[in-house]
């Protein structure tokens, strides 16, 4: 099969940022998602305070571009606050022209 | 560690298609899966029309081979009328000739 | 944005085993984690006996160092007698030095 390189965008945030996530990401492009419900620990924000809990696992199919607009978002407007992390890898799709 | 390089293939699906599908990815060689209840929004078919709502993420180690053909058959039977998304990965594993 | 490329490591596993292994990866220096409910089929052991039934997913970032450190621990201590699945992939973050 014919496949094409995309970005897969995955955000893992706190249930309560679920709707401004899901705006934004669409905002910025993203055509389609998956939320995963999720448990974790880590640090948040500049502090670095410990934090443990529920939290969501969002993941979009995107262009690079959309996903490189999607982290400065959310460092300008997330990190410094919230326990959120964001990374991205590049997958093999079919019907990959959906996404981008 | 001495790791090999297998093909994660991931498969996203409404509810419905899991018996379908997990029979299937097996027939083409699949050995083992996971499955993630998920929610998720995107378009289906070649309508594109817009779908809302649960799904299952579908996780399997395979060849490169098995992968493509089940893309193959993804493509053949599933693309056309289901909200089915596709994608595959490479990653580092131990006992990776568990899954070849 | 600059971003930093780290480990994702992947672990999936019976739940029985999960506070052995949170304890486990945060000794070889995990800093945080995420933990998905799964349910899953596969091959146990040296056996390869069968099994099928619920599992953990857990996925942590982590340097390649200690991503190496945890997969000779769990060759060494779990793939005899557990169904136990590893793998990592390397993916792109922004402040990814939280994890190194």
Redesign the interface.
Known sequence: ?R?IT?C?L?I?AEGVLEERL?TMIQQFGA?????????????RGVSGSFWQGS?I?IET?VSDKVA?EI??H??EHY?HDYAV???????????GE?YL
């Open positions: 099969m496949t995309v897969l995955t893992i899901l055509r389609g998602y998956t939320i995963s419900e999720v448990r974790g620990k880590g640090t939290q696992k199919l490189d982290f400065g959310l460092a990190f992390v964001a990374y991205t890898d590049h997958v093999e799709t079919v019907r959906k």
